[in-house]
């Protein structure tokens, strides 16, 4: 993307300011996870560092075990401009704690998606042997456990945006559906 996915502007505010409002009535508080050169531009948010520099989203989460390894963790990617209410929800409604996690299945990919995902308390421990295992990505973890796969909701709302080119896109589509839900 070129800059920092969580101050890019989709809703009027920073990406990071509106995911912190849509996750707040669904969780006790709202985290940012963030390297240590992310931290001065956070003020005025809860941020957990991660442990270890240069791993990715995989020691984010990891991370926030380490904070409070007791709790399940929401995990939300910043570059989900087109997430709702609707599908947190969706998420939180058909969670199943008697898995390692809960996901949705992205329909683009085939896979699940890892940064839209409930983690449970269980799941640290695994994502601490893939970790030790030399594999990164969570998205592995959940393809190797025992997980709950929902359908997405609405596909587009689990859509990564990660390049500037398509930055224009996104809010004419973003517009397009604001005018379409207001007309109903």
Not at 48 to 77: C, H, N, R, Y
Not at 117 to 123: F, L, Q, S
Not at 141 to 152: G, R
């Amino acid at each position: 993307m070129g800059r920092d996915k969580g101050s890019i502007s989709y809703h009027g505010k920073s990406q990071r300011e509106y995911l912190r409002e849509l996750l707040v009535p669904f969780c006790q508080e709202v985290f940012i996870s963030c390297n240590k050169e992310q931290i001065h531009d956070l003020d005025g948010f809860a941020v957990i560092e991660d442990s270890v520099e240069g791993q990715g989203p995989m020691i984010g989460i990891l991370s926030a075990f380490q904070q409070d390894p007791g709790v399940a963790w929401l995990t939300v990617a910043c570059d989900l401009p087109f997430l709702t209410q609707k599908t947190v929800d969706h998420l939180v409604t058909h969670r199943n704690a008697s898995k390692l996690a809960t996901a949705f299945h992205n329909p683009e990919t085939g896979f699940p998606e890892p940064l839209i995902t409930i983690w449970e308390p269980e799941a640290r421990q695994s994502l601490l042997d893939f970790r030790e295992a030399g594999y990164l990505c969570p998205r592995k973890v959940l393809i190797n456990s025992d997980i709950e796969l929902l359908e997405a909701v609405d596909k587009e709302e689990l859509r990564n945006v990660n390049h500037a080119h398509e930055y224009e896109t996104v809010i004419k589509k973003l517009e397009e559906r604001a005018i379409f839900n207001k007309a109903f």
